[in-house]
Nanobody, 119 residues
Framework: QVQLVESGGGLVQAGGSLRLSCAAS????????MGWFRQVPGKEREFVAAISYGGSTRRYSDSVKGRFTISRDNAKNMVYLQMKSLKPEDTAVYYCNSVVGNVPLLASWGQGTQVTVSS
């Protein structure tokens, strides 16, 4: 079974940066694209960014495009999300998952990592 563990979140001031990490255990990510999602209490989980297996294709939601960068290291079964120029609106719990067409594939989500941006 695949287990996803997110880390790197924290409390930062607006304009600051954070780098989130997603590690897979049990099995590798395989050839699937990977993505980041975020969720705010009371709202549904939303797509943030995705990257193809080879890293040649990257997609971002309009709200983070230009500020966030997704990357991956297949040899280490790691996916990253470099977040810059953070805004209070970015405050959420961030999750990673395998994606197909920007749709999460694995039914079991990790615990996520909390990102809080103060104004």
């Amino acid at each position: 079974q695949v287990q996803l563990v997110e880390s790197g979140g924290g409390l930062v001031q607006a304009g600051g940066s954070l780098r989130l990490s997603c590690a897979a255990s049990g099995r590798t990510f395989g050839s699937y694209a990977m993505g980041w999602f975020r969720q705010v209490p009371g709202k549904e989980r939303e797509f943030v960014a995705a990257i193809s297996y080879g890293g040649s294709t990257r997609r971002y939601s309009d709200s983070v495009k230009g500020r966030f960068t997704i990357s991956r290291d297949n040899a280490k079964n790691m996916v990253y999300l470099q977040m810059k120029s953070l805004k209070p609106e970015d405050t959420a719990v961030y999750y990673c998952n395998s994606v197909v067409g920007n749709v999460p594939l694995l039914a079991s989500w990790g615990q996520g990592t909390q990102v809080t941006v103060s104004s």
